[in-house]
């Protein structure tokens, strides 16, 4: 028995079925049958489809995302690096 490898669709295929599914024109299981894909994905696409849309008009200024401080988050890394390397856990001076 030989190993079936997994298949990888372009996101332009998954658009072109996902408003397929949208539209109704055919049912999922006759959408699914004709692109050789199973009925679940379609339903995933499409819902993907649907809650994606609304960025396609803009960002809502309440769900933007805040700004990350990279001085702060620099500067922690660099004590934890520091902690880490010059102050290994079984060292007879704890002075960390």
């Known amino acids: ?10 996101p332009a ?6 408003l397929a599914a949208v ?3 055919k049912t999922l299981a006759e959408l699914a049958q004709l692109v050789d894909v199973h009925p679940n994905q379609i339903t995933i696409w499409k819902n993907q489809l649907l809650e994606g849309a609304a960025g396609v008009f803009g960002h809502d200024k309440a769900s933007a ?4 401080d990279l001085k702060a988050l620099h ?11 010059f102050c290994p856990a079984r060292s ?3 002075a960390c």
């Open 75 to 85: 500067a922690r890394s660099a004590s934890w690096r520091w902690k880490t390397i």
């Open 65 to 68: 995302e805040t700004p990350v």
């Open 23 to 25: 539209k109704g024109d």
């Open 92 to 94: 007879p001076r704890r």
């Open 1 to 10: 028995m030989t190993k079936k490898s997994r298949r990888t669709h372009s």
């Open 13 to 18: 295929f998954k658009a072109k079925v996902a």
